[in-house]
């Protein structure tokens, strides 16, 4: 009888463990990355500087930071050490602006910042009386943007009512002003620019031999010669809408110019224009440097128009390509869209293959949070897309079709964290987006302006320039279970996947949540895993979600990702639990 007994229990446990494997294995989503986007947990998640003239700026739970008012731009060096944020002057919601750069380090693990310092137009923060608050700099009045050169030896900033500035880049990350050009030096310290009045944004080309950056006063892209010892630039041309009177070459649908980028060959620059709404494509010398135009898409393009016709570029903003070369994505503020393009590989020349707009533009699928899309940024694995929307304060993650160039939204955060609350995300009675996606909150994106993406592609690093804030996201722990049975007493499993770029690996706990606005807890586990492994967690859940799992055999969880000092306010996901054998 007792071999009986010992036999009827192993039995028993394997099929229990059977069950295990099955529930373990089932409803989890294929591998190939983490679409989510991770606050960085407390007030390593975001910086802010308080305006002293806006009244109502209430944010909290940000790290106070120095020569971030107006935050417009941000960037990356390329070793991952340091992130540069230009913020710019008086104007739109703002009374005041820092007119500099603000200088962090980069912690390569977690993604966390810690201030520097900064330069200015002035040595003043921004504030009244605050001068000394950071360096004095030159040529840096509404900052607009920063970029880093490829051999991260340099940094080069454009400002509105400045010109162009060159920095020498410190072991530290620190910056020393170099130089500076502008279209109206007079006794300045710096050099005279041709077509180069209010200029928007600067890129430097992969090879670091040139500095290429459009002058909307002047509907222009200038070409500058980079120095490979010390940075130090020196104009060699200029392409304007109208010649400027010959001072440049004669472009094509340049007016109202915002944006630059160079393709990852060298052998193309792209410029976006907003008053004409149109990418321009212009073949580069590898030599040289100098650029020629060579063909242009355009919105709402006349039928005789040298120009290929688009949907979605009504002021185009910004443009990158893809690290492959094959493909171009266009942010529009007034299309409210984001607009993918074939790239010719012989020629550089354009071919629209995708649009997705939230102003319902004809020739455009459906979208969400592009109300006002300024920046778009592309991992370099080239497996997701990022998009900032100014308007809705919201940054959205796209998955990419590496063969067909086109997207797909995966996930998104908006502004609207309460710290109070402590609820991350949306309510449960809400509609879905446009796109059916459920975002998460965060905290210092109002007025979402600037993107940058660390090279490891672990970190996204927004600006927003009516919140007077940077805030960080990391690469969240990816819950992959999207279906379970519950077993032996209403124990289920949970797979999860912690990211590569995690050192030190993930911990934390797994919340479930059920009822109205998931406030009705169900269950929770500790987990743990390696850098770039997964982990299975076994949840026991409460009474009352076994209870109600009884009646009506089957029912969704919300599953969060709480993790411990590294990061937090995850997007919810959704849990499909059945009720199985005994």
């Known amino acids: 009888?007792?071999?009986?007994?010992?036999?009827?229990?192993?039995?028993?446990?394997?099929?229990?463990?059977?069950?295990?494997?099955?529930?373990a294995n089932a409803g989890t989503s294929p591998t190939g990355g983490n679409a989510g986007l991770a606050q960085l947990s407390g007030d390593a998640g975001c910086f802010h500087q308080k305006n002293p003239d806006d009244e109502e700026d209430e944010t909290t739970g940000?790290?106070?930071?120095?020569?971030?008012?107006?935050?417009?731009?941000?960037?990356?060096?390329?070793?991952?050490?340091?992130?540069?944020?230009?913020?710019?002057?008086?104007?739109?919601?703002?009374?005041?602006?820092?007119?500099?750069?603000?200088?962090?380090?980069?912690?390569?693990?977690?993604?966390?910042?810690?201030?520097?310092?900064?330069?200015?137009?002035?040595?003043?923060?921004?504030?009244?009386?605050?001068?000394?608050?950071?360096?004095?700099?030159?040529?840096?009045?509404?900052?607009?943007?920063?970029?880093?050169?490829?051999d991260g030896q340099n940094v080069y900033a454009t400002a509105s009512d400045g010109g162009v500035s060159t920095f020498r880049r410190s072991a530290s990350g620190r910056l020393t002003q170099i130089g500076c050009y502008t279209d109206a030096p007079l006794e300045s310290r710096c050099k005279d620019g041709v077509a180069l009045y209010r200029p928007t944004s600067a890129v430097v080309s992969p090879d670091g031999r040139n500095v290429y950056v459009t002058a909307r006063g002047k509907s222009a892209v200038i070409t500058f010669a980079r120095d490979p010892e010390t940075g130090d630039l020196t104009q060699t041309g200029c392409t304007s809408d109208d010649?400027?009177?010959?001072?440049?070459?004669?472009?094509?649908?340049?007016?109202?110019?915002?944006?630059?980028?160079?393709?990852?060959?060298?052998?193309?620059?792209?410029?976006?224009?907003?008053?004409d709404g149109a990418v321009a494509t212009f073949a580069r010398d590898p030599q040289t440097g100098a650029i020629a135009q060579t063909s242009c898409n355009l919105y709402a393009a006349p039928a005789d128009s040298s120009c290929a016709k688009a949907s979605g570029l009504a002021d185009a903003t910004e443009a990158q390509v893809s690290p492959d070369g094959r493909f171009v994505y266009v942010t529009a503020i007034r299309s409210e869209a984001i607009s993918v393009f074939a790239r010719d590989d012989a020629s550089g020349a354009l071919r629209e293959v995708q649009c997705i707009s939230e102003f319902d533009e004809k020739g455009c699928e459906d979208g969400s949070r592009l109300s006002f899309a300024t920046a778009v940024e592309i991992t370099s694995d080239g497996r997701r897309v990022y998009v900032i929307d100014a308007g809705g304060s919201a940054l959205t993650a796209y998955r990419r079709d590496s063969s067909s160039g086109r997207i797909t939204p995966e996930a998104c955060v908006e502004e609207g964290f309460d710290e109070e609350d402590d609820d991350f995300f949306e309510d449960e009675d809400e509609e879905d987006e446009g796109d059916?996606?459920?975002?998460?909150?965060?905290?210092?994106?109002?007025?979402?302006?600037?993107?940058?993406?660390?090279?490891?592609?672990?970190?996204?690093?927004?600006?927003?320039?009516?919140?007077?804030?940077?805030?960080?996201?990391?690469?969240?722990?990816?819950?992959?279970?999207?279906?379970?049975?519950?077993?032996?007493?209403?124990?289920?499993?949970?797979?999860?996947?912690?990211?590569?770029?995690?050192?030190?690996?993930?911990?934390?706990?797994?919340?479930?949540?059920?009822?109205?606005?998931?406030?009705?807890?169900?269950?929770?586990?500790?987990?743990?895993?390696?850098?770039?492994?997964?982990?299975?967690?076994?949840?026991?859940?409460?009474?009352?979600?076994?209870?109600?799992?009884?009646?009506?055999?089957?029912?969704?969880?919300?599953?969060?990702?709480?993790?411990?000092?590294?990061?937090?306010?995850?997007?919810?996901?959704?849990?499909?639990?059945?009720?199985?054998?005994?």
């Open 1 to 23: 009888m007792k071999a009986i007994a010992r036999r009827a229990v192993l039995i028993q446990l394997a099929l229990f463990l059977c069950a295990y494997l099955a529930t």
């Open 62 to 150: 940000c790290t106070p930071a120095r020569g971030i008012l107006g935050a417009d731009a941000v960037s990356v060096s390329p070793d991952g050490r340091n992130v540069y944020v230009a913020s710019r002057g008086p104007g739109n919601l703002l009374s005041r602006g820092s007119n500099g750069i603000a200088v962090f380090s980069r912690d390569t693990g977690s993604g966390r910042l810690d201030q520097l310092g900064c330069i200015t137009n002035n040595g003043s923060d921004g504030r009244e009386g605050a001068d000394g608050a950071c360096q004095d700099g030159d040529a840096l009045a509404q900052a607009n943007w920063v970029t880093v050169s490829p």
């Open 436 to 582: 059916g996606l459920r975002c998460g909150r965060a905290n210092g994106i109002f007025g979402a302006k600037g993107l940058a993406l660390s090279p490891d592609d672990q970190n996204a690093y927004v600006a927003a320039d009516t919140g007077n804030s940077v805030a960080i996201f990391g690469t969240p722990v990816e819950v992959r279970t999207r279906s379970a049975k519950a077993f032996a007493g209403g124990l289920i499993t949970v797979d999860i996947a912690c990211p590569s770029g995690r050192p030190r690996g993930c911990a934390g706990r797994l919340d479930l949540a059920s009822g109205k606005r998931w406030r009705t807890r169900a269950g929770s586990a500790a987990f743990r895993a390696p850098a770039g492994g997964t982990a299975r967690v076994r949840v026991l859940l409460t009474p009352g979600a076994r209870a109600r799992l009884a009646r009506h055999r089957s029912m969704r969880l919300r599953v969060a990702v709480r993790e411990r000092g590294t990061l937090a306010l995850p997007p919810a996901r959704s849990l499909l639990v059945r009720s199985g054998s005994r």
């Open 243 to 275: 010649g400027s009177d010959g001072a440049c070459a004669n472009g094509t649908a340049l007016e109202g110019i915002s944006g630059v980028t160079v393709s990852p060959d060298g052998r193309n620059v792209y410029v976006t224009a907003g008053k």
